[in-house]
C-alpha cells in the first residue's frame, strides 16, 4: 500500500555514484577544504539522502533568517530549524568558488558551488531557535565554537559518512519506505529515541501503532545526542533485543537516523516530525519534554512539559503527520498491567520509576531494574554500561582567581582520593600551559582554548572510569559550562574557590598582582579582565578561614552523597593547618 509522499513531494537526493563519483573526486582534490565538524556531517548526510527535504542544499542567508523568525523558509515551507554550514571568518573563498566539503580526517565526502557567504548572530539564532542564552543548554555552549560566517550553494555528495556499525539498520528514507511499503500498512507511526527502549515505550508503541492500524518505524537517533546520554553502540544492541523478541516483525521496522540533535525541545519535535514524513511516518510520538536538554542555571527546565506536544498538534495538518502524544503510563502489580495515570482505579497499587531513579536510584547504586519495568536483555546491556557509580569516571573542577587556592585544595583532595582506591589525574592549570597549551597566549579565544584542551583531557579521562581533578582560573562562565557538557552534566562537579581579590593579591607569591597592578601584565584576570563567579556550584569554598585540608574533606563528603565514593574514614590530618595557598 502507498506510503504518504515526501515532505514537498519528492525525496532529494544529492548522491552521485560510479564513474561520476570518480570524476568528482578528482575534481574535489585541487578545491579548497572546508572540514565538517560532526554535527555538520551528520546534517550533510541527512540532506543528501533526501531526509530534510525539500530542503537540499544548507540554508542561504534568506531561508535561514525567515527560519529564525517564523519557522519557515523563504518560499513559505515551515522548516523550524536552521540547517546551516559555518566556518570561521576566512578571506580565502568566495561566491562563485567551488570548495571540498571534507570529514574530520580530510576526507573528501563532497563537492559545494558556494553562492552565498554571510554572517549570523549566536545570541540571536539561540533566542529564537532554543528560546535561551543559559550556557547551561548544550547547545548554547557549543555554539561558541562555531565559525563566524555561512557558506551556501548546491552541494554534490560523492562519499556519505562511513558508519562501520549496525550497518543493516542504517537504512536512508528511500530504503526505509521500501521497508515500510513491503509490510503493507498506509499508515506509519514513529518513534524517535535517544534513550534505552524500556517497557514503558514497548506499551506506548505497541498502543500507538494499534490506534492508528499502521506499521512500527523505531526510529533512534544516533548522531550527536545529548551529552551524557548512553551511548548509541549500546542503546543499538537494546533496541535489536527488544524488537526481535518482543515486536511483532509484521507490522515493525527498527531502523537508526543519523541525527545530530539540537534538544531544542518544541521546535525539535516539529522538525523530527517533518524528518520521520520523508521516512515514510504519517503519525509521530511526541513525548513529555521531547527533546528537552534537562535545567537550566535556575534549576528550572528549558521547556514546559507539554509544549512539544502543542506545537506538534498546532500544525500536524499543514506538515501531514498526526501527533500521537505520550502519555505517562504507570505499572498495576496487581492486575499486570500498564495504564495511563488518569485512568488508575482508585486504591489500586501503582508503580512508575523516571529516568533519574533509573539512574540514580538503581543503576548508580548497582541495584537491577525489576522485571516490570525493563526487559532483561536491556538491564543487562545498562548493567554493563553503567556501573555502580562509586566505579564510574567524574571530574572535580575547581574554579577560582589566581591565588585562590584552587592547586593547593586539588593536592589534598588526590591522597583523599586515592585512599579510596580511584585512579587519579591532576590537571593543573600551570602545568597544562606548559605543556598541552604551550604556546597560547592570554586572549580570551586562547583562555578557551586552553579550558577546552583540559576538558577533553578530563572528558577522555572519565569516559574511561578514571577522576579528573582540574584546577585552572577558567574565568568565563560560558567555557565551563562547555567542559560541563563535554564531561556530562551528571559526572562534573563544579568547585568555586570564593577567595576575595585583596586575599589573592595578598598570597601574590609570584608577583603577577603587583605587576599587573603597575600596567606590566594586560588583561590579567580580577585586575583588568573579568572574572565570572559560577551561578549553581555544585560546591562553594571559602579559604580564608578555612584550611585546604578541611576543604578537601568537604569535597570528599560531597561525593560521598553523590555516590563517586563509598563511604568511608575520609579524615586525613584532621588536625593539619594550611602551610601555604596557590
Not at 147 to 167: K, M, N, S
Not at 203 to 214: M, Y
Not at 222 to 232: E, N
Not at 498 to 505: R, Y
Request: net charge neutral; aromatic share 8%; glycine share 8%.
Amino acid at each position: 500500500m502507498p506510503l504518504i509522499p515526501p515532505y514537498g513531494g519528492t525525496l532529494k537526493n544529492l548522491v552521485v555514484t560510479g564513474a561520476e563519483r570518480l570524476r568528482l573526486l578528482e575534481r574535489a582534490r585541487r578545491q579548497p577544504v572546508v572540514q565538517l565538524s560532526a554535527r555538520t556531517l551528520c546534517d550533510l548526510e541527512l540532506l543528501a539522502t533526501g531526509a530534510f527535504s525539500p530542503l537540499d542544499q544548507f540554508m542561504g542567508a534568506a531561508d535561514y533568517r525567515r527560519v529564525l523568525a517564523e519557522m519557515r523558509l523563504a518560499d513559505g515551507t515551515l522548516f523550524p530549524i536552521p540547517v546551516v554550514l559555518r566556518t570561521p571568518a576566512t578571506p580565502l573563498i568566495h561566491p562563485g568558488d567551488e570548495i571540498t566539503l571534507a570529514d574530520q580526517r580530510n576526507n573528501p565526502v563532497a563537492l559545494m558551488r558556494v553562492e552565498e557567504i554571510y554572517t549570523w548572530e549566536p545570541v540571536e539564532e539561540a533566542l529564537a531557535v532554543l528560546g535561551t542564552t543559559d550556557p547551561r543548554h548544550p547547545l548554547v555552549a557549543e555554539m561558541r565554537g562555531w565559525g563566524e560566517r555561512c557558506l551556501a550553494g548546491p552541494i554534490t555528495v560523492f562519499d556519505l559518512p562511513r558508519a562501520l556499525d549496525f550497518a543493516s539498520l542504517r537504512l536512508t528514507p528511500a530504503q526505509t519506505r521500501e521497508r515500510l511499503a513491503a509490510l503493507g500498512y498506509s499508515h506509519v507511526v514513529a518513534f524517535q529515541t535517544r534513550n534505552p527502549l524500556h517497557r514503558v515505550h514497548e506499551e506506548l508503541t505497541r498502543r500507538a501503532a494499534d490506534a492508528v492500524g499502521g506499521a512500527l518505524l523505531i526510529h533512534p537517533a544516533v548522531g550527536m545526542t545529548r551529552p551524557g546520554d548512553v551511548d548509541h553502540y549500546s542503546r543499538v544492541r537494546g533496541y535489536q533485543a527488544v524488537v526481535e523478541r518482543y515486536y511483532d516483525p509484521r507490522r515493525t521496522l527498527l531502523s537508526l537516523i543519523p541525527l545530530a540533535m539540537r534538544m531544542a525541545g518544541p521546535r525539535e519535535a516539529l522538525w523530527h516530525a517533518i524528518i520521520r514524513r520523508n521516512y515514510g511516518a504519517s503519525h509521530f510520538i511526541v513525548g513529555r519534554d521531547h527533546a528537552g536538554p534537562g535545567h537550566d542555571s535556575q534549576g528550572r527546565p528549558f521547556y514546559g512539559p507539554l509544549e512539544a506536544q502543542e506545537l506538534v498538534a498546532r500544525y500536524a495538518d499543514e506538515i501531514g503527520v498526526q501527533m500521537v502524544p505520550f502519555e505517562e503510563l504507570v505499572y498495576l502489580p496487581d492486575e499486570d498491567r500498564y495504564v495511563e495515570r488518569s485512568a488508575v482505579p482508585q486504591g489500586a497499587r501503582v508503580l512508575s520509576i523516571s529516568g533519574s531513579q533509573v539512574r540514580e536510584e538503581y543503576l548508580a547504586r548497582g541495584r537491577p531494574l525489576p522485571a516490570w519495568f525493563t526487559r532483561p536483555e536491556t538491564a543487562a546491556i545498562l548493567a554493563e554500561v553503567y556501573p555502580p557509580r562509586y566505579r564510574q569516571g567524574f571530574c572535580v573542577w575547581f574554579t577560582g582567581l589566581s591565588g585562590a587556592g584552587k592547586s593547593t585544595i586539588a593536592e589534598a583532595l588526590l591522597p583523599l582520593l586515592m585512599e579510596r582506591g580511584r585512579q587519579v589525574t591532576l590537571l593543573d592549570g600551570d602545568v597544562v600551559r606548559m605543556h598541552l597549551s604551550k604556546g597560547l597566549g592570554f586572549s580570551r579565544e586562547d583562555r578557551d582554548a586552553n579550558i577546552l584542551r583540559i576538558g577533553f583531557v578530563a572528558a577522555e579521562v572519565v569516559r574511561h572510569g578514571g577522576v579528573a581533578v582540574c584546577a585552572a582560573v577558567s574565568p568565563y562562565r560560558a567555557a565551563r559550562n562547555e567542559v560541563r557538557h563535554m564531561v556530562g552534566a551528571d559526572r562534573f562537579i563544579e568547585v568555586f574557590v570564593d577567595t576575595s581579590l585583596a586575599v589573592c593579591e595578598q598570597r601574590d607569591t609570584k608577583g603577577l598582582y603587583a605587576r599587573a597592578r603597575r600596567g606590566e601584565l594586560r588583561g590579567f584576570t580580577g585586575i583588568d579582565d573579568p572574572y565570572e563567579p559560577p551561578i549553581d556550584p555544585e560546591l562553594r569554598l571559602t579559604t580564608e578561614d578555612t584550611p585546604p585540608e578541611e576543604c578537601a574533606r568537604r569535597i570528599v563528603t560531597l561525593l560521598e552523597q553523590r555516590g563517586f565514593l563509598r563511604p568511608g574514614n575520609a579524615a586525613s590530618n584532621p588536625d593539619g593547618e594550611a602551610t601555604g595557598w596557590n
